[in-house]
């Protein structure tokens, strides 16, 4: 399949493409909206739900601008590198499951954006700086 057939059928297949695809394809998070889909030998991580989507979008651009210091960047504007991408991802949502419930398993990144909420009221008013410095130790990478 060549890039843009690829491209048409991915934007025809994944109306809301996960934020936190990477975390859950690469096991270290879990999501019951989550649905994987296969297209040309590659898969991807869809959401089911049009407000957990939304819900989970405005977490995710929280979280990276909340990471840029501690990745070394004055402001994340552009992708980031793999390596970097799993320490938002995955770190990031360990340190919320972490500063919530004591241990870092996300088992259901859903229900954890739901109870941080819950807690918090909003995105906003999140404590973005204790995440991020728990995520440092919740999640080490391949090598750590």
């Not at 995710?60 to 070394?72: N, T, V």
Request: net charge positive; hydrophobic share 40%.
């Amino acid at each position: 399949m060549d890039e843009a057939a690829f491209r048409r059928t991915l934007s025809e297949a994944v109306a809301r493409p996960c934020p936190f695809e990477r975390a859950i394809l690469r096991s270290c998070a879990a999501c019951q909206m989550a649905e994987r889909i296969q297209i040309a030998e590659r898969e991807l991580v869809s959401c089911r739900s049009v407000e957990s989507h939304a819900r989970c979008c405005e977490f995710y651009e929280r979280l990276r601008q909340s990471f840029a210091f501690a990745l070394g960047k004055p402001k994340i504007t552009a992708p980031l590198p793999h390596g970097q991408e799993m320490r938002v991802q995955c770190g990031g949502l360990k340190g919320l499951q972490q500063i919530l419930s004591g241990n870092d398993v996300v088992e259901n990144i859903d229900q954890l954006l739901y109870q941080a909420l819950k807690q918090w009221g909003a995105a906003d008013d999140m404590p973005f700086s204790a995440i991020v410095h728990a995520a440092a130790s919740a999640y080490k990478g391949r090598h750590g």
